[in-house]
T-cell receptor
Framework: NAGVTQTPKFQVLKTGQSMTLQCAQDMNHEYMSWYRQDPGMGLRLIHYSVGAGITDQGEVPNGYNVSRSTTEDFPLRLLSAAPSQTSVYFC???????FGTGISGNTIYFGEGSWLTVV | GIQVEQSPPDLILQEGANSTLRCNFSDSVNNLQWFHQNPWGQLINLFYIPSGTKQNGRLSATTVATERYSLLYISSSQTTDSGVYFCAVGPTSYDKVIFGPGTSLSVIP
C-alpha cells in the first residue's frame, strides 16, 4: 500500500515554463486536494476534488489547473511558472470529508511534498 | 470563509513538560483534524476529532464544536515532539478543508 505518491520531489523551473505535479493514491479515496506551503506559513488550499470528474477552487487557485479523470490521480498543472509559485506543494486524500459520520475513513493522508523553485 | 486561529504561535518546552495547544474556528464544522509536521516536512495525522475527546498515548485532543474550539494536549514532551502542529477544519457549509497557521513547538533536552 503506497498511500499518496507525489512526483517529482524537487524541481527547478524557469519563469514562464509549464509543468505538472503528479499525485496518485491507491486507497480508493474520493477526496483529493493540493496545498502549498510557504516558509513559516501554514498550508493553503489550491484546488480540490470530491470525486472523478469534479474539481473546485480553493483559497489560492490562480495560476494552477487541475483535472480528475480517474479516482486515483489528481495532477496539478502550473500554466506559466512565476517566482511567486516557489513553494512546497502537498497532495492529500481522504475517503470523505465526514459530513458528521465520524468514521475514521475521514482521516486525511498527505504525500511527502514537492519542492518547487521558479527562477 | 471560515477563519482558523491557533495559539500560541511558538512554544519552547523543556523535555518532560506538558503543553496545551488551541485551535479556534469561526464557523460550524463537520471535520477537524490535528497534524504534526516534523522537521523534515512530513505531515502526520494525529487525530480526526470533529467533536468529543480522544487519546493516543501521550497525546489527547478535545473538540467542543458548539463553542468552536479544539485543544491538543501533549504530556511528558519529548524532543521528537518538536515540529509544527496544525489544526485543519472542514466547514459544514462546503467541501473544503482549511488549515490554521500552526503552532511551532521546540522541545529541548
Amino acid at each position: 500500500n503506497a498511500g499518496v505518491t507525489q512526483t517529482p520531489k524537487f524541481q527547478v523551473l524557469k519563469t514562464g515554463q509549464s509543468m505538472t505535479l503528479q499525485c496518485a493514491q491507491d486507497m480508493n479515496h474520493e477526496y483529493m486536494s493540493w496545498y502549498r506551503q510557504d516558509p513559516g506559513m501554514g498550508l493553503r488550499l489550491i484546488h480540490y476534488s470530491v470525486g472523478a470528474g469534479i474539481t473546485d477552487q480553493g483559497e489560492v487557485p490562480n495560476g494552477y489547473n487541475v483535472s480528475r479523470s480517474t479516482t486515483e490521480d489528481f495532477p496539478l498543472r502550473l500554466l506559466s511558472a512565476a517566482p511567486s509559485q516557489t513553494s512546497v506543494y502537498f497532495c492529500a486524500s481522504s475517503y470523505s470529508l465526514g459530513f458528521g459520520t465520524g468514521i475514521s475513513g475521514n482521516t486525511i493522508y498527505f504525500g511527502e511534498g514537492s519542492w518547487l523553485t521558479v527562477v | 470563509g471560515i477563519q482558523v486561529e491557533q495559539s500560541p504561535p511558538d512554544l519552547i518546552l523543556q523535555e518532560g513538560a506538558n503543553s496545551t495547544l488551541r485551535c479556534n474556528f469561526s464557523d460550524s464544522v463537520n471535520n477537524l483534524q490535528w497534524f504534526h509536521q516534523n522537521p523534515w516536512g512530513q505531515l502526520i495525522n494525529l487525530f480526526y476529532i470533529p467533536s468529543g475527546t480522544k487519546q493516543n498515548g501521550r497525546l489527547s485532543a478535545t473538540t467542543v464544536a458548539t463553542e468552536r474550539y479544539s485543544l491538543l494536549y501533549i504530556s511528558s514532551s519529548q524532543t521528537t515532539d518538536s515540529g509544527v502542529y496544525f489544526c485543519a477544519v472542514g466547514p459544514t457549509s462546503y467541501d473544503k478543508v482549511i488549515f490554521g497557521p500552526g503552532t511551532s513547538l521546540s522541545v529541548i533536552p
